[in-house]
């Protein structure tokens, strides 16, 4: 048989060895994409561990910042602070969060679900200065600073994280929960309290977590409402209260290479505290999704 | 609610207890529920509220003027807002073919064991507080691009207007820099969903045809999500638009309007975190505050524009299915 034996041949033709070619590029490059983002996020922490923990000693947790002229020092007082800010932005934000997510996934006609969903969706896109000069306008002025108005500032940039994860987790329960429970007698309201929201726990939970590693970083919203502080440990969430990502705003920006090693001490604390908690949630939760997707 | 037929009738009391416990949870969830939507609108009207001296002196000439003045109270957010376009486009222009790209290694390259892992750590980029990123770029990206990459590009590039002048450790191509890795994890992620959210008919037809993998990347996956990976961007520039401490740690707070990106600058919401505690006068704080209200007004209108083309793209591939 004549077989024509340019056409059958395995070699390529110019224009598929092109088109593989380009294929070949744009896979490279995708990949490279990807890798150049996990390498920028290993060079940010490497940078911060390597200059950082040097500095952490017992002394660094548990004094505060030493007088003007002397070394030394610690960071008690931003330490105790953060913890109080955000344990309260906590206390404020997860009871409210919880109840939106339940309106919009167990009560809301679809509109109006549509609505609070958009609310906090554009909530959650509003620059957190924004929100610090909000509460600067509403509590500070007049009567000052203190450490419940920077958790008022820090619970409402949480307010929506809490109430899009719940309301994910709310959705994943199964629809046969409720109908079992309906159909046992139950009314709507000890269904709700009794079978959906114990069901849903881990889930908001985790987003909680994850709520509250968020606002530990944010400064933002803090520098109007509890910035000016005395250089002394209050757990009084009624004064002024100096934070870990305050401290290290106001290091950064000065000159002084000794302030620099303080705020590199401070950003290992944070980030620490930040990565660990960010990740444990995740890891919980995509196997607490697991399980409920069964 | 309750239609089970049974025998016996409930207690009256049970049955009066449970249509107030009904009552009672679904009013107190949609008063929360309210009380989030009240919260949009109350900052928006206190925002306005505070800069209304500001707003009534200047009008929207404001916008237009440049220079911010403490001696003589003349202040104008001409500077800033050019500040805010620049670094923000220069970081979207920089973010969104990244992000693309990552989504699609993300989406149909990866291998499948490491793909969770990879798009996780892609997410932790997220999670680095912008105090530390801005940290980090003031002391270790800064000197790097100010020793390194500009006179590099300088010497390579300087013929364009954005890559003269002299090279600096703080200014506008670092608050780029450092803006676009914030961009990147959050629009990456979006575009990631959105490719794997592609029917998977529609990419293996396109490769049964023999298109290679790039030709169905770009046949198929890219038109079918444009709408999406737009709202992605949007998201992105919402986020650039408004960081105020990274940048205000970062841009060395300079004035004036300059086409070269080495040079130090100022933004709507990095002048906001720098004059926290220097403002004197009322009208000046009224002033700052005017800043923060057209910081608003930016981001609420690119945050609708990105919700309302996440709903109607859902809804469009929605119907098809």
């Given at each position: 048989m004549a077989v024509d034996a340019g056409r059958y041949a395995l070699t390529l033709s110019p224009r598929t060895r092109r088109r593989k070619l380009v294929n070949l590029l744009m896979q490279a490059l995708a990949t490279l994409a990807?890798?150049?983002?996990?390498?920028?996020?290993?060079?940010?922490?490497?940078?911060?561990?390597?200059?950082?923990?040097?500095?952490?000693?017992?002394?660094?947790?548990?004094?505060?910042?030493?007088?003007?002229?002397?070394?030394?020092?610690?960071?008690?007082?931003?330490?105790?602070?953060?913890?109080?800010?955000?344990?309260?932005?906590?206390?404020?934000?997860?009871?409210?969060?919880?109840?939106?997510?339940?309106?919009?996934?167990?009560?809301?006609?679809?509109?109006?679900?549509?609505?609070?969903?958009?609310?906090?969706?554009?909530?959650?896109?509003?620059?957190?200065i924004i929100i610090g000069i909000f509460v600067y306008g509403l509590l500070v002025i007049g009567s000052g600073q203190a450490a419940?108005?920077?958790?008022?500032?820090?619970?409402?940039?949480?307010?929506?994280?809490?109430?899009?994860?719940?309301?994910?987790?709310?959705?994943?329960?199964?629809?046969?929960?409720?109908?079992?429970?309906?159909?046992?007698?139950?009314?709507?309201?000890?269904?709700?309290?009794?079978?959906?929201?114990?069901?849903?726990?881990?889930?908001?939970?985790?987003?909680?977590?994850?709520?509250?590693?968020r606002a530990a970083g944010e400064t933002a919203p803090l520098l109007f409402t509890t910035s000016i502080a005395a250089n002394a440990v209050t757990w009084d969430p009624r004064q002024p209260v100096l934070s870990i990502p305050y401290d290290i705003f106001v290091l950064s920006e000065s000159p002084d290479p000794a302030d620099h090693a303080r705020a590199w001490a401070l950003g290992l604390v944070l980030i620490s505290f930040v990565l660990v908690t960010s990740l444990t949630a995740r890891l919980l939760l995509v196997r607490y999704r697991k399980r409920l997707e069964g | 609610m309750s239609v089970v037929p049974s025998t016996e009738s409930l207690p009256e009391r049970r049955r009066v207890g449970d249509r107030f416990g009904d009552l009672f949870l679904h009013g107190l969830t949609g008063a929360a529920a309210a009380a989030a939507v009240v919260l949009l609108g109350a900052i928006a009207w206190k925002i306005f509220q505070l800069a209304w001296p500001a707003i009534?002196?200047?009008?929207?000439?404001?916008?237009?003027?440049?220079?911010?003045?403490?001696?003589?109270?003349?202040?104008?957010?001409?500077?800033?807002?050019?500040?805010?376009?620049?670094?923000?486009?220069?970081?979207?222009?920089?973010?969104?073919?990244?992000?693309?790209?990552?989504?699609?290694?993300?989406?149909?390259?990866?291998?499948?064991?490491?793909?969770?892992?990879?798009?996780?750590?892609?997410?932790?980029?997220?999670?680095?507080?912008?105090?530390?990123?801005?940290?980090?770029?003031?002391?270790?990206?800064?000197?790097?691009?100010?020793?390194?990459?500009?006179?590099?590009?300088?010497?390579?590039?300087?013929?364009?207007?954005?890559?003269?002048?002299?090279?600096?450790?703080?200014?506008?191509?670092?608050?780029?820099?450092?803006?676009?890795?914030?961009?990147?994890?959050?629009?990456?992620?979006?575009?990631?969903?959105?490719?794997?959210?592609?029917?998977?008919?529609?990419?293996?037809?396109?490769?049964?045809?023999?298109?290679?993998?790039?030709?169905?990347?770009?046949?198929?996956?890219?038109?079918?999500t444009r709408t999406g990976v737009s709202a992605a961007v949007l998201l992105g520039l919402?986020?650039?638009?408004?960081?105020?401490?990274?940048?205000?740690?970062?841009?060395?707070?300079?004035?004036?309007?300059?086409?070269?990106?080495?040079?130090?600058?100022?933004?709507l919401a990095s002048k906001l975190a720098e004059q926290y505690q220097g403002a004197v006068s009322n009208l000046q704080i009224a002033s700052l505050v005017y800043l923060a209200a057209i910081l608003l007004v930016i981001s609420l209108l690119v945050n609708l524009a990105a919700q309302f083309i996440v709903r109607r793209f859902s809804h469009e591939h929605a119907g098809q299915n």
């Open positions: 990807a890798l150049s983002a996990v390498a920028v996020l290993a060079i940010v922490i490497v940078s911060v561990a390597q200059r950082g923990a040097s500095a952490l000693t017992l002394d660094f947790f548990t004094k505060t910042a030493a007088t003007f002229g002397q070394s030394g020092g610690g960071v008690a007082n931003a330490l105790v602070g953060s913890i109080v800010i955000v344990a309260l932005a906590t206390v404020m934000s997860v009871p409210v969060g919880i109840l939106v997510a339940l309106y919009v996934s167990e009560f809301a006609p679809p509109s109006i679900a549509g609505v609070t969903r958009l609310a906090l969706d554009v909530l959650n896109g509003l620059p957190s419940w108005k920077g958790s008022f500032a820090l619970a409402i940039i949480m307010l929506p994280l809490v109430a899009r994860a719940t309301q994910e987790v709310l959705a994943l329960v199964p629809s046969t929960l409720r109908e079992g429970a309906l159909a046992l007698g139950a009314s709507r309201w000890r269904t709700v309290l009794g079978v959906v929201l114990p069901t849903s726990v881990g889930g908001i939970l985790t987003g909680t977590v994850l709520a509250v590693a | 009534t002196k200047y009008g929207l000439a404001f916008v237009t003027r440049q220079g911010w003045d403490t001696v003589h109270n003349k202040f104008g957010a001409l500077d800033l807002i050019w500040g805010t376009a620049v670094t923000s486009f220069g970081a979207l222009l920089i973010a969104t073919p990244l992000s693309i790209a990552i989504g699609l290694y993300l989406s149909e390259l990866a291998p499948r064991g490491a793909r969770t892992v990879i798009a996780s750590l892609v997410e932790l980029l997220a999670a680095i507080p912008s105090v530390v990123l801005g940290l980090w770029g003031i002391l270790v990206l800064g000197p790097f691009v100010g020793e390194d990459l500009e006179p590099w590009l300088h010497r390579h590039l300087g013929f364009i207007p954005l890559f003269s002048g002299s090279p600096e450790n703080a200014g506008i191509l670092v608050a780029i820099l450092v803006l676009t890795i914030m961009v990147v994890p959050i629009t990456s992620s979006v575009c990631r969903e959105l490719f794997l959210s592609v029917p998977a008919e529609l990419e293996q037809g396109a490769l049964a045809l023999g298109a290679t993998r790039w030709e169905m990347v770009r046949g198929v996956i890219l038109p079918y919402g986020r650039a638009v408004g960081e105020a401490i990274a940048v205000t740690q970062v841009i060395g707070a300079g004035h004036g309007i300059h086409w070269s990106l080495f040079v130090t600058g100022d933004t």
